[in-house]
């Protein structure tokens, strides 16, 4: 048996000898792959005939039908079982900021020193001091009830990992499932998300990554919580510089909570709807409802 990723172990598909396009090399599909060889037929395949899926487990590929046949199963196992979606997340200017501990200001050093009586704070193994936007810690501990939650950033891993001990340490909210440049270096896709988006939700604060997926996007405003001496030539205004902080209670993240929750409770609002509801045409509604509500 081939388990595909190991927060799934028990949802996710399996392989074995007695199915029924897996029993000789000659009529294998080659659904999953590791390193090259195929889990059941022991054959080599061309990375060509599918996509990695490194960040699940070291040396995994998934060919399209196997990918495919994941995201149906997971997603309806989740929504039938545990009555939750999928959100992915993006980390930088979303759920916090950080900056090289090298490019703060001199008025800005003293934070260095208060990082480690801070609980909001970090100096991270990577040589960043980490700030978490406020409201962060509740943010995933309601959106954990409602979703399956994925990372998703254009930073490295290392860099991912590192921030991740500060958000996540005890990897409740994500475990494995964190998505960095070094599988997706050029734009954000949610071919990589082991879930339909149909029930897939994005939290960004950049809507042009998501050249594909705007759909499913909420768009968060950015968070700016440090003076970046090495930025543009007009400096974005921080909350460094203001001596303040983005409030908890009605920050962004408490908007984008209730947002989710609505979303959410569309979805499940009529049982015998699961199989044709969708998380774009809710957030279009929701768009539109605020839409009129300004107007």
């Given at each position: 048996m081939f388990v595909v990723e190991s927060d799934y172990m028990e949802v996710e598909p399996s392989i074995n000898e007695s199915s029924p396009s897996l029993s000789s090399s000659r009529s294998c599909d080659h659904w999953y792959v590791r390193y090259g060889v195929c889990i059941a037929c022991k054959s080599?395949?061309?990375?060509?005939?599918?996509?990695?899926?490194?960040?699940?487990?070291?040396?995994?590929?998934?060919?399209?039908?196997?990918a495919a046949f994941s995201k149906r199963f997971t997603t309806q196992y989740h929504i039938v079982n545990e009555k939750k979606l999928h959100l992915v997340l993006?980390?930088?200017?979303?759920?916090?900021?950080?900056?090289?501990?090298?490019?703060?200001?001199?008025?800005?050093?003293?934070?260095?020193?208060?990082?480690?009586?801070?609980?909001?704070?970090?100096?991270?193994?990577?040589?960043?001091?980490?700030?978490l936007r406020p409201f962060v810690h509740e943010f995933l501990k309601e959106a954990?009830?409602?979703?399956?939650?994925?990372?998703?950033?254009?930073?490295?891993?290392?860099?991912?990992?590192?921030?991740?001990k500060a958000i996540d340490p005890k990897r409740i909210y994500f475990g494995d499932r964190v998505i960095t440049r070094d599988e997706s270096p050029y734009a954000k896709t949610l071919d990589l998300v082991l879930a339909e988006e149909r029930g897939v939700v994005i939290v960004d604060d950049t809507r042009d990554v998501w050249t594909h997926h705007q759909s499913?996007?909420?768009?968060?405003?950015?968070?700016?919580?440090?003076?970046?001496?090495?930025?543009?030539?007009?400096?974005?205004?921080?909350?460094?510089?203001e001596k303040t902080d983005e409030s908890s209670?009605?920050?962004?993240?408490?908007?984008?909570?209730?947002?989710?929750?609505?979303v959410h409770c569309g979805f499940f609002r009529v049982k015998e709807e699961l199989e044709?509801?969708?998380?774009?045409?809710?957030?279009?509604?929701?768009?539109?409802?605020?839409?009129?509500k300004d107007a």
């Open positions: 080599t395949v061309n990375k060509r005939q599918g996509r990695a899926f490194n960040y699940l487990i070291q040396g995994l590929q998934l060919s399209h039908e196997a993006d980390l930088d200017y979303t759920l916090l900021d950080s900056i090289r501990a090298s490019l703060l200001s001199e008025t800005d050093k003293y934070l260095l020193e208060e990082a480690s009586s801070r609980d909001d704070l970090w100096r991270v193994d990577t040589g960043f001091l980490t700030k954990n009830k409602m979703f399956t939650m994925y990372v998703y950033t254009m930073g490295n891993r290392v860099y991912a990992k590192s921030v991740l499913n996007l909420v768009e968060i405003n950015e968070y700016h919580y440090f003076k970046d001496l090495n930025g543009p030539e007009e400096p974005i205004s921080s909350y460094t510089a209670s009605d920050g962004e993240l408490a908007k984008v909570l209730k947002i989710l929750k609505e044709s509801q969708d998380v774009r045409f809710l957030l279009q509604e929701i768009d539109f409802k605020l839409l009129t």
